[in-house]
C-alpha cells in the first residue's frame, strides 16, 4: 500500500478509529496511541488486501486488537499500581456527558470484553452482524447471540445501579 | 429495550465526541530507522528459527566434543519400557545357497523390514539389542579352519526399521570361537558389550579347556577378560536395566562320583561398575546352580539387578540345589532344595526340549519369587530367552512373553530357523 493511500485512509478515518478506540479504552490518550499504532505498523508491514474496500474493516479489526492489547498492558500495569478510573466512566465524566450516560458507560465498562466490543460496534460504529463479525473475527451467528445477552446484562446492570 | 439502545447509543455518541476532531493530528510517519524496521519487521520471523538453529549447532558441537573425547562411542536412549520394543534382530546362518545374515524384524508381525548380508565365509551368530532398540550388535565368525577370531558388529536402524549403518566395534576383534549360545550381551546404554567365547587351542576348539569371559566398553575399545582356571564356559549373559549388574549362566564340567563327569550350570552376577579382577568365580556372586541334566536357557536380569528371570529346564534330574554365596566356598555338598511346588504346574516336564519353567529368583538369596511353565518345543537348538529393558517382556522361542499379562506367550512369526534373536 503506498504512503499517499495511508495518507488518505487516515486523514478520513482517524477520528472514527480514536472515538472507536476512547470507547473501549476509555481516555483520549491512550486510544490515539492506539490508532498510531496501527498506522505505524500499516507503514512497516503493509496489509495484502486483494480488494481494497475491506481496508477500513482491517483497520478498524487492527484497532480493536490495539485496545485489547492497551486493556491488557493496563492490567498487567495496574497490578503494581494505584488504579486510575479513564476519564470517559470516571465520575468527573458525569460533568460532561450528564449523570444517565455516565452510567450507562459505567455499566458497559463491567460488560465481558466480547459484549463490550459487540456493543460498541453496533450501537457506535452502527455495523451490522456480519461487519461486526468481521472486525471481532467471529462468526455473525456468535455476534447475535452475544447481543442479545450483551443487552440483556447491561439492562441487569443499569437496573442494579438505580436501585 | 428500545430506550435501553437508544440510551446505550446516545453515551457512545457522547463519550465519542470527547474526542476533538479538530485537533490536528498528523499521520505518524516511521522515523530513521525505517528502512532497518522495515528489515527487521520482514525478518523478524526468522529470529526463531535461527535462534533454533544456534541452539542446535551449539548442542550439536557438545555432543560431538564429548563423542571425541569418549573415542566417539554412541549411547544410545534408553527406551521407556512400558510396551513391547517394535523390532527385533536375528540371526540367520548361511544355507540353502544363501549367505548369512541379520534380519531386523518387526515384533508385532514377524514381518523382515531389512537384512545385513555377511561377508562370504563368515556366520553371524550371537545378537544382542541396546535398550534403544535401535542398536543392535552381532558376533561374527569364520565358518570354517581360518583365523580364530570373532568379531563384533553394531548396526543403527531407522525408526522405520532400515538399517541405516554396520560397522565393526572398536577393539571388538577378539581372540575366540563361539561356543554356546546367549554369549553375547549389552549394556541398556549401549556402552558395554559382554561375551564368551572359546579359547583358541586345539583343546578348547574342540570344545573344552579354557573359555573367555569379557567386557568391551563400545566407545573406547578397552576390553576387561577374567580368567577362568576352572574351564567354564559362558551362556546366557543379560545386563541389569541400571547396567551395573551382569547375570551370565557358567557352565563347568565336574566329578559326580568316581566315573561320571556331569555339566554343573551356575547362575552368576557380576558386579561390571567395581570391575573386580581376578577369576571369574571370585569376582562374580553364585545365585544358584544345577547340575545336567537340568539347566538353565538363559537369563533376562531385572530393571534393578535384585531379580533374574532364568528359563529351568530337565527337572526330572532331583539334584538342583541352590548356591549361597560362600557356600561353595567352605566346600558344602550339594543339597536338594524344595521347589515352590505349589506354584509349578506338574505336567509340565516331560522332556528338556520343551522351554521349561520361567523362574524369577530373587538375587539376594535364590530364592523363587513366581515361577510358571511355557510349554511348547524349543525352535532353537537352544531355548531362547532375551528380556526387554523394563525387564516385563520376554522372547522366547514361543514367541513373546508379557509376564505382567498372565504369561502366555503371544506367537510371533520368524523365530523358526534362526540362530539367535534379541529385542
Redesign the interface.
Known amino acids: 500500500m503506498a504512503v499517499p493511500a ?2 488518505s485512509l ?2 478520513e478515518h ?2 472514527e478509529l ?3 478506540a ?2 473501549l479504552v476509555g481516555d ?1 490518550a491512550t ?2 496511541d492506539v490508532v ?1 499504532d496501527v ?2 505498523r500499516l ?3 503493509p496489509p495484502r488486501l486483494q480488494d481494497e474496500s475491506k481496508l477500513p474493516a482491517y483497520v478498524r479489526a487492527a484497532v480493536l486488537n490495539g485496545c485489547r492489547m492497551a486493556l491488557r498492558r493496563r492490567r498487567r500495569t495496574w497490578g503494581h499500581t494505584e488504579p486510575h478510573e479513564p ?2 466512566w470516571s465520575a468527573e ?1 458525569a460533568v ?3 449523570e ?3 452510567e ?2 459505567a455499566a ?1 465498562r463491567r460488560l465481558p470484553r466480547r459484549q463490550r466490543e459487540a ?2 460496534l453496533r ?2 460504529l452502527e455495523l451490522d452482524d456480519a461487519e461486526v463479525a468481521r472486525v471481532m473475527g467471529i462468526r455473525p451467528g456468535t455476534v447475535r447471540s452475544t447481543m442479545v445477552r450483551a ?1 440483556a446484562a ?2 441487569r446492570r ?1 437496573g442494579e445501579e438505580e436501585r | ?1 428500545k430506550d ?2 437508544d ?13 476533538d ?1 479538530t485537533r490536528s ?1 498528523p ?4 522515523g530513521a530507522g ?1 528502512v532497518r ?2 528489515w527487521w ?2 525478518h523478524r520471523r526468522l529470529t526463531p528459527v535461527l535462534a533454533a538453529a544456534a541452539v542446535v549447532l551449539l548442542v550439536g558441537g557438545v555432543v560431538s566434543v564429548r563423542e571425541l573425547l569418549h573415542g566417539g562411542g554412541r549411547r544410545p536412549v534408553q527406551q521407556a519400557g512400558s510396551a513391547m520394543p517394535r523390532f527385533f534382530v536375528t540371526s540367520v546362518l548361511a544355507g540353502g545357497g544363501q549367505r548369512s545374515r541379520l534380519e531386523i524384524r518387526d515384533s508385532g508381525t514377524g514381518r523382515v523390514l531389512d537384512a545385513e548380508p555377511a561377508a562370504p565365509g563368515v556366520d553371524y551368530r550371537e545378537v544382542a539389542a541396546a535398550a534403544d532398540n535401535r542398536t543392535f550388535f552381532a558376533i561374527s565368525e569364520p565358518r570354517t579352519g581360518g583365523r580364530c577370531r570373532i568379531v563384533i558388529d553394531r548396526l543403527s536402524v531407522s525408526e522405520a526399521g532400515i538399517i541405516t549403518q554396520r560397522d565393526p566395534v572398536v577393539g571388538a576383534k577378539v581372540p575366540g570361537t563361539v561356543r554356546d549360545s546367549g554369549s553375547l550381551a549389552v549394556s541398556p546404554n549401549g556402552k558395554m558389550l559382554s561375551y564368551g567365547a572359546g579359547g583358541c587351542s586345539a583343546e578348547a576348539r574342540a570344545g573344552g579347556g579354557d573359555g573367555i569371559f569379557g567386557v568391551i566398553d563400545t566407545g573406547t575399545g578397552q576390553r576387561w577378560e577374567w580368567p577362568d582356571s576352572g574351564g567354564g564356559t559362558y551362556r546366557g549373559m543379560s545386563w541389569s536395566g541400571d547396567g551395573r549388574y551382569l547375570f551370565f549362566v557358567r557352565a563347568v564340567m565336574r566329578n559326580k562320583g568316581r566315573q561320571e563327569v556331569i555339566e554343573r550350570q551356575e547362575l552368576r552376577r557380576l558386579e561390571v561398575t567395581g570391575r573386580v579382577r581376578g577369576e571369574v568365580k571370585e569376582a562374580s556372586t553364585l545365585i544358584r546352580g544345577v547340575d545336567a541334566p537340568r539347566r538353565f536357557a538363559g537369563t533376562a536380569a531385572g530393571r534393578d539387578g535384585r531379580e533374574v528371570t532364568i528359563s529351568e529346564s530337565g527337572r526330572e534330574a532331583e539334584d538342583a540345589w541352590s548356591g549361597v554365596p560362600g557356600r561353595e566356598a567352605a566346600g558344602e555338598a550339594a543339597s536338594a532344595r524344595p521347589w515352590a511346588e505349589s506354584t509349578l504346574r506338574a505336567d509340565a516336564w516331560a522332556s528338556t526340549s520343551l522351554l521349561g519353567d520361567l523362574l524369577r529368583i530373587s538375587v539376594a538369596d535364590g530364592r523363587v519369587l513366581r515361577a510358571s511353565t511355557q510349554r511348547g518345543t524349543a525352535t532353537f537348538d537352544h531355548p531362547l530367552l532375551k528380556g526387554d529393558v523394563s525387564g516385563r517382556f520376554l522372547l522366547t522361542d514361543l514367541g513373546a512373553l508379557d509376564t505382567a499379562g498372565g504369561g502366555t506367550a503371544h506367537p510371533i512369526a520368524g523365530l523358526a530357523h534362526v540362530f539367535d534373536a534379541d529385542w
Open positions: 495511508l495518507t487516515y486523514r482517524q477520528v480514536i472515538r472507536l476512547v470507547l483520549v486510544a490515539e498510531q498506522f505505524l507503514q512497516a508491514r476519564p470517559v465524566s460532561m456527558l450528564g444517565d450516560r455516565r450507562v458507560l458497559l456493543l460498541v450501537y457506535y443487552l447491561l439492562e443499569l | 429495550m435501553l439502545e440510551r446505550l447509543r446516545e453515551a457512545l455518541r457522547a463519550a465519542a465526541e470527547t474526542v476532531e493530528r499521520l505518524p510517519e516511521l525505517a524496521s522495515r519487521e520482514a
